[in-house]
């Protein structure tokens, strides 16, 4: 279980989970994912500057998007690069869920359209799925602190056990 501590652990011991948060944006880093909350209105612009990062970083994530529409608009997210998963009746429309490729500019192009016109009307929570480690968290902290709108960083770390069979602990740096 990880715990916390104000000053940097000695080594270099893998991070469990990286935050960089602010007033309209806050992103927390894992190794298998990137959760994401958007305020309302924010920026459009600091929304394509965050996705272009995480896709610059790792062309490999992904996000698993719902769609009620029409049958006929299945298509028209295929074509832009939505990966169609499944899909099913529910009333005069279809349920459709795609994987969103990050790797695919069209489909990124789209997706962040879709999250600005979200963000018009309320709060938005997104999961992206990503291969993510040391190397690459750090490399995303780094990116995203350059954008200058995040004031608050925690890093929790995962500490080797000090006698086997005790657990991990861990260590929060502020």
């Known amino acids: ?70 049958f006929e608009q299945i298509s028209d997210y295929e074509n832009n690069g939505y990966i169609l998963t499944s899909y099913s009746r529910k009333n005069e429309n279809y349920r459709a869920i795609f994987v969103v490729p990050f790797s695919n500019s069209r489909a990124l192009e789209r997706f962040m359209e879709s999250v600005t016109e979200e963000t018009q009307r309320e709060d938005v929570k997104i999961t992206l799925y990503w291969r993510g480690g040391k190397i690459r968290m750090n490399l995303m902290k780094e990116e995203l602190s350059s954008l200058s709108c995040f004031g608050v960083l925690n890093m929790v770390y995962r500490e080797e056990p000090a006698v086997q069979g005790s657990g991990s602990t861990g260590r929060r740096e502020q």
């Open 1 to 70: 279980m990880p715990s916390s501590s104000a000053s940097r652990p000695s080594g270099k011991p893998e991070p469990v989970s990286i935050e960089v948060s602010g007033n309209s944006a806050s992103i927390i880093l894992t190794q298998g994912a990137i959760n994401i909350w958007f305020g309302k209105k924010i920026d459009k612009s600091l929304i394509s500057q965050i996705f272009l990062i995480i896709s610059r970083i790792d062309g490999t994530t992904e996000h698993e998007k719902e769609v009620m529409c029409p």
